[in-house]
């Protein structure tokens, strides 16, 4: 139990990290939309970064036949939640930006592979930009986002994304500048790779052939139902004052600061034996 409530909370603790970046700044996701939409719901960081599910998943992750084969029929529908947030491995800061050449050029070595979709949070603290890279970093100092990208420029006065808004295409993103791999993970209970068991998994974005997709893993084996409440901040001072709902009563997701988690474990053989003649 343990290991899975410190996998949510580790990415939990960062949802909606921007760096210095917090109070509203202006997004500007450039990826394009044909990339978006094989990650459905997975850039929604200018309207929530964190998103919950009452009894229920995203996009259909598991059916409910397939959750009767391996949770107690009594048992309530497990709930789900979706955190978007950045990976604090592989950050590195900006040199400079070539508007022209669509690059990023930083200042330590990259590892980031063909398609990772990456946030850069200027170093003024006013705005983030979400895209794409091109090409395998392998070390090295230049990221590549002319493909898969809908604009070359990061910069916008207002909100932007591909189709809706205009970036500024001469002014660069400011040298010291974050960068970030974005991830977005959705915790949900479903079948286990052992026969007959749940587990707690989760889907995550993945680059496939300079791709957007998503894929799937098991986090802990036995986990049969998971039941979540959200403590709410709505006067944002940073205090729940016990105010702690279910997701369909959580009308606005970015007054979310706290959350409570429930697991339920089973064992997969059973741990004492069956005495039908017991009273």
């Not at 107690?72 to 050449?101: F, H, K, W, Y």
């Not at 986090?219 to 039941?227: D, L, S, T, Y």
Request: overall charge negative; glycine content about 6%; charged content about 15%.
């Amino acid at each position: 139990t343990r290991y899975a409530l410190d996998i949510i909370a580790k990415d939990f603790r960062a949802t909606g990290y921007k760096g210095c970046a917090a109070n509203d700044p202006i997004i500007v996701n450039v990826i394009s939309d044909d990339q978006k939409y094989r990650v459905q719901n997975a850039f929604n960081l200018n309207l929530q970064s964190i998103t919950g599910f009452e009894a229920s998943v995203p996009d259909n992750l598991t059916t409910a036949n397939e959750l009767q084969k391996v949770i107690p029929d009594a048992a309530p529908r497990p709930d789900s939640i979706t955190l978007r947030t950045v990976s604090n491995e592989n950050e590195v800061t900006l040199r400079s930006q070539n508007i022209s050449s669509s690059t990023l050029n930083s200042w330590q070595p990259m590892q980031y592979t063909a398609g990772t979709p990456l946030m850069v949070v200027d170093a003024n603290c006013q705005s983030v930009s979400l895209l794409m890279t091109d090409q395998d970093a392998a070390g090295g100092t230049r990221i590549q986002y002319q493909n898969n990208n809908c604009a070359q420029g990061l910069i916008a006065n207002s909100t932007f994304e591909c189709g809706a808004g205009a970036v500024n295409a001469l002014k660069t993103v400011s040298s010291g500048s974050s960068i970030f791999p974005y991830i977005a993970n959705t915790y949900y209970i479903g079948p286990s790779i052992v026969t007959g068991m749940p587990a707690l998994k989760r889907r995550y974005i993945r680059t496939d052939g300079g791709n957007l997709s998503y894929s799937t893993e098991e986090i802990a084996q036995g986990v049969e139902n998971m039941q979540i409440q959200y403590g709410l901040d709505p006067d944002k001072n940073g205090i729940v004052a016990d105010l702690f709902v279910d997701a369909s009563n959580a009308i606005d997701w970015n007054t979310v600061i706290a959350v409570r988690i429930v697991l339920t474990l089973r064992a997969n053989v059973p741990t004492l034996p069956i005495d039908n003649n017991s009273p």
